[in-house]
């Protein structure tokens, strides 16, 4: 790699790695440490191809995607056992409670198989159709569907207290009247 590719990397590296080990934290349920891990390999694998990179942060994010579903796919998990909770870290109080439910969130996703994770991280955090979920994962739509449904239902019987971060306390999901309504041009 030349100087100007090695200096363009560092910049990438140091404007986006942030924002990319959001998405590294996401899929692998909470675990900081193997989020580093899952993002400094996709860095890793990134800088040997940069100079033929053309759009740097989809590459990255897909190496990232389909390293972990290479995780999940391994029989053997290499996984290190938490035998100590994290103490609370003492914080300002927060009258929007958006803490509490982040701290909710990311107990009920790390109980979710890597697989589940992934498809919701896909869908709702990274905001991708059906369609791209299922070519990035390598499934068919009707899985990257169903999966989806599973991975919520799921997540609700994980943590249902999650409904009651609300604006009025009640679950805000919406309804489902599907009664004919005539359209008029």
């Known amino acids: 790699m030349d100087a100007q590719a090695q200096e363009s990397f560092r910049q990438f590296v140091a404007g986006r790695s ?3 080990l959001k998405t590294a934290v996401l899929l692998s349920g909470g675990d900081q440490h193997a989020a580093e891990d899952l993002l400094q390999n996709a860095l890793v694998k990134a800088a040997g191809r940069w100079q033929r990179i053309d759009e ?6 897909r190496i990232l995607y389909r390293q ?3 995780r999940w796919r391994l029989k053997w998990r290499r996984r290190e056992v938490t035998v100590a909770e994290l103490p609370e870290a003492a914080a300002a109080p927060d009258a929007s409670g ?17 697989r589940q994770r992934t ?4 869908r709702y955090f990274e905001d ?3 369609a791209d979920v299922a070519r990035l994962l390598g499934c068919s739509v009707g899985t990257v569907r169903s999966t989806t449904h599973r991975s919520l239902a799921r997540l609700r ?6 409904a009651s971060f609300g604006p009025d306390g009640n679950d805000q999901r919406p309804s489902r ?3 004919p309504v005539e359209v008029r041009p």
């Open 119 to 122: 498809v919701l991280v896909l």
């Open 56 to 61: 740097p942060e989809a590459y990255v994010r």
């Open 18 to 20: 942030s924002a990319l």
């Open 68 to 70: 972990q579903v290479s």
């Open 128 to 130: 991708l159709p059906e």
């Open 98 to 114: 958006t803490a509490e439910l982040r701290l909710v969130l990311r107990t009920a996703l790390s109980r979710l198989t890597a």
């Open 177 to 179: 009247d599907f009664s």
């Open 157 to 162: 019987a994980l943590a249902p207290e999650l």
